[in-house]
């Protein structure tokens, strides 16, 4: 029997509405310390919104929320950023015209008087929080438009580690990449979980997430339709209980 | 060559280097090289400032991802109050104080509606520009409105926003040039200057990342509704009066300024200096056009043209080089 101390993040009983649609119907999710979860489902499943909800950028009309043991109200991203609660959305995560180092620090600007800027520690912090990920780019300065997909999702979760982050969230993070960019992201996460980062890693490709998270939850309109560990399944067995979950009648 | 390269991936260099053709065309071609009079360039050193200010916020606020039509219609309705302040007896610079508080007041209408309602700035303020021109022309039944006996020519107030430095220098250019580095600091090295092209970028990233992406918009409203109180009393104090005609057309001008100098319509891209430097191109391509004698009301036609082409340019170099 596990103890409530062994969960990094607890939500018990969310639920979830947007007008008349009832996007989450009562859903208990947990994460513990340095565990890599994969959240799987279809379209419209509710991955996202749960996930946004714990993100800070939508609110829960009911349920709660516990990090470390303690009950929390995560009212904005903001909130969400100073638990230690980092997010990764697919393509949304960074400014494409802005610098490397100004997306890094992007809402944290490390200040001198008056609130300016420092860049220098700005650039230097950048580029030791891309090396840690094993990311060699040429210049703090370049937008990130100019970058590989591959290597935004690295600029994006280097700025996590940086922050310290006690959790990331992964939305989508190999949508739309090559066979060669997935390995490299896959390899970012692996960083991660050597750093003991729990992190929550949501996905269509149930092959993606095979690989490196060890339980799976798998979600259906609005609910969590199972809750499996890796040992106890497989790439195909996943694959079923996505299907099998889309089927049953609510 | 690495330099120029370097220079061209600029998105406003093409716009510098045809700035400074049409310097030198104008000064060569205009009759009796009047281009480059020093009379001329005092002239336009005094005038280009009113649409420059104006244009700098709504540059700021175009790179946050907003446009700002009203503009024209905050900026004569700043003056009206001022030059009405100036009758009930409150002093010019209480006057001007006051100007600016309801010039950042109608910014921040812009702002909140903009936000609240979630619609585009361009119907949102184009809502305002026509609102407040309306309630301007019912309140001042568009009479003129003369102030020189409440700032004569030659007292301080009148020195400070209307004088010449040296006997020749214009303050009007310096003003412009101090708000243009206060802003180019606030926006390239402040911390708000990075909220700023964040939420113009990827509003949403800026929102995850913790940034308060409705009160950034709201707050470069209000700058652009600060600057149109101070250009209205400034531009009151040099023509002596309030005029109901102040401000027309300034909206699309100073979109034109800040598009020239290389600001992009969907927000995040952008700069002080191509701004300044858009501020500066749109009054001399005017001012030379009339020196070469094309009709007044022919120079639109050319305004329009130069502000596509500029765009054109700009976009092509910029991909060419990158």
Same mark, same amino acid.
């Given at each position: 029997?596990?103890?409530?101390?062994?969960?990094?993040?607890?939500?018990?009983?969310?639920?979830?509405?947007?007008?008349?649609?009832?996007?989450?119907?009562?859903?208990?999710?947990?994460?513990?310390?340095?565990?890599?979860?994969?959240?799987?489902?279809?379209?419209?499943?509710?991955?996202?919104?749960?996930?946004?909800?714990?993100?800070?950028?939508?609110?829960?009309?009911?349920?709660?929320?516990?990090?470390?043991?303690?009950?929390?109200?995560?009212?904005?991203?903001?909130?969400?950023?100073?638990?230690?609660?980092?997010?990764?959305?697919?393509?949304?995560?960074?400014?494409?015209?802005?610098?490397?180092?100004?997306?890094?620090?992007?809402?944290?600007?490390?200040?001198?008087?008056?609130?300016?800027?420092?860049?220098?520690?700005?650039?230097?912090?950048?580029?030791?929080?891309?090396?840690?990920?094993?990311?060699?780019?040429?210049?703090?300065?370049?937008?990130?438009?100019?970058?590989?997909?591959?290597?935004?999702?690295?600029?994006?979760?280097?700025?996590?580690?940086?922050?310290?982050?006690?959790?990331?969230?992964?939305?989508?993070?190999?949508?739309?990449?090559?066979?060669?960019?997935?390995?490299?992201?896959?390899?970012?996460?692996?960083?991660?979980?050597?750093?003991?980062?729990?992190?929550?890693?949501?996905?269509?490709?149930?092959?993606?997430?095979?690989?490196?998270?060890?339980?799976?939850?798998?979600?259906?309109?609005?609910?969590?339709?199972?809750?499996?560990?890796?040992?106890?399944?497989?790439?195909?067995?996943?694959?079923?209980?996505?299907?099998?979950?889309?089927?049953?009648?609510? | 060559?690495?330099?120029?390269?370097?220079?061209?991936?600029?998105?406003?260099?093409?716009?510098?280097?045809?700035?400074?053709?049409?310097?030198?065309?104008?000064?060569?071609?205009?009759?009796?090289?009047?281009?480059?009079?020093?009379?001329?360039?005092?002239?336009?050193?005094?005038?280009?400032?009113?649409?420059?200010?104006?244009?700098?916020?709504?540059?700021?606020?175009?790179?946050?991802?907003?446009?700002?039509?009203?503009?024209?219609?905050?900026?004569?309705?700043?003056?009206?109050?001022?030059?009405? !302040? @100036?009758?009930?007896?409150?002093?010019? /610079?209480?006057?001007? %104080? &006051?100007?600016?508080?309801?010039?950042? $007041?109608?910014?921040?209408?812009?702002?909140?509606?903009?936000?609240?309602?979630?619609?585009?700035?361009?119907?949102?303020?184009?809502?305002?520009?026509?609102?407040?021109?309306?309630?301007?022309?019912?309140?001042?039944?568009?009479?003129?409105?003369?102030?020189?006996?409440?700032?004569?020519?030659?007292?301080?107030?009148?020195?400070?926003?209307?004088?010449?430095?040296?006997?020749?220098?214009?303050?009007? !250019? @310096?003003?412009?040039?101090?708000?243009? /580095?206060?802003?180019? %600091? &606030?926006?390239?090295?402040?911390?708000? $200057?990075?909220?700023?092209?964040?939420?113009?970028?990827?509003?949403?990233?800026?929102?995850?990342?913790?940034?308060?992406?409705?009160?950034?918009?709201?707050?470069?409203?209000?700058?652009?509704?600060?600057?149109?109180?101070?250009?209205?009393?400034?531009?009151?104090?040099?023509?002596?009066?309030?005029?109901?005609?102040?401000?027309?057309?300034?909206?699309?001008?100073?979109?034109?300024?800040?598009?020239?100098?290389?600001?992009?319509?969907?927000?995040? /891209?952008?700069?002080?200096?191509?701004?300044?430097?858009?501020?500066?191109?749109?009054?001399?391509?005017?001012?030379?056009?009339?020196?070469?004698?094309?009709?007044?009301?022919?120079?639109?036609?050319?305004?329009?043209?130069?502000?596509?082409?500029?765009?054109?340019?700009?976009?092509?170099?910029?991909?060419?080089?990158?």
């Amino acid at each position: 029997m596990e103890t409530g101390n062994d969960f990094l993040v607890r939500m018990v009983g969310i639920h979830k509405w947007f007008g008349r649609v009832y996007a989450l119907r009562g859903v208990d999710f947990e994460v513990r310390r340095g565990e890599t979860v994969g959240l799987i489902g279809d379209n419209g499943a509710g991955k996202s919104t749960l996930i946004k909800i714990l993100s800070g950028y939508h609110q829960a009309d009911q349920g709660d929320i516990y990090f470390e043991g303690q009950k929390v109200k995560i009212r904005s991203p903001r909130d969400a950023r100073n638990l230690g609660i980092e997010t990764v959305y697919q393509e949304q995560a960074l400014a494409p015209n802005l610098s490397i180092s100004r997306n890094i620090f992007m809402g944290r600007e490390p200040v001198r008087r008056l609130g300016i800027m420092d860049k220098k520690v700005m650039d230097e912090e950048s580029m030791k929080a891309l090396a840690n990920l094993g990311l060699r780019l040429r210049s703090p300065d370049l937008p990130v438009v100019t970058l590989s997909g591959g290597e935004r999702q690295g600029v994006a979760i280097a700025r996590a580690l940086h922050f310290k982050a006690k959790l990331v969230i992964l939305d989508e993070p190999t949508v739309a990449l090559s066979v060669k960019e997935v390995e490299e992201v896959l390899e970012f996460v692996r960083q991660l979980q050597r750093e003991k980062v729990s992190v929550v890693f949501i996905t269509h490709n149930l092959y993606h997430a095979f690989d490196i998270a060890e339980r799976f939850v798998v979600m259906a309109r609005g609910l969590k339709m199972a809750d499996v560990k890796k040992e106890d399944t497989s790439p195909q067995g996943l694959s079923e209980l996505v299907l099998k979950s889309a089927f049953v009648a609510v | 060559m690495e330099r120029f390269t370097k220079f061209l991936r600029q998105r406003a260099a093409s716009t510098f280097l045809v700035f400074v053709g049409l310097v030198i065309i104008f000064s060569l071609f205009s009759p009796r090289h009047v281009f480059i009079n020093a009379r001329n360039i005092a002239a336009l050193g005094k005038l280009f400032p009113d649409l420059g200010v104006v244009a700098l916020g709504v540059g700021m606020l175009m790179i946050c991802g907003e446009f700002d039509l009203s503009v024209a219609s905050v900026l004569p309705f700043c003056a009206y109050i001022f030059a009405r !302040s @100036l009758y009930v007896g409150i002093a010019p /610079v209480w006057g001007m %104080v &006051l100007a600016i508080l309801v010039g950042c $007041g109608l910014g921040w209408i812009n702002g909140f509606l903009t936000v609240k309602t979630r619609m585009p700035s361009f119907i949102t303020t184009l809502g305002t520009l026509m609102f407040w021109r309306g309630i301007l022309y019912v309140w001042s039944q568009m009479m003129p409105l003369g102030i020189r006996q409440y700032i004569p020519t030659g007292s301080s107030f009148e020195k400070v926003f209307a004088g010449t430095i040296v006997g020749f220098f214009p303050v009007q !250019s @310096l003003w412009f040039a101090l708000f243009a /580095v206060v802003l180019g %600091v &606030l926006l390239h090295y402040h911390r708000f $200057g990075n909220w700023v092209y964040a939420t113009g970028d990827n509003r949403d990233a800026a929102r995850a990342m913790g940034i308060n992406t409705d009160w950034v918009k709201t707050l470069c409203f209000v700058i652009v509704g600060a600057l149109c109180g101070f250009v209205a009393c400034m531009q009151s104090v040099r023509i002596g009066s309030f005029a109901a005609t102040q401000g027309i057309g300034m909206e699309l001008r100073s979109i034109a300024a800040c598009v020239v100098g290389g600001t992009s319509l969907r927000g995040g /891209v952008g700069s002080m200096s191509g701004v300044t430097l858009g501020a500066l191109t749109i009054p001399i391509l005017d001012n030379g056009l009339i020196l070469l004698r094309v009709p007044v009301f022919g120079i639109t036609a050319f305004i329009g043209l130069a502000t596509i082409l500029f765009v054109v340019l700009n976009t092509y170099v910029e991909r060419r080089f990158r």
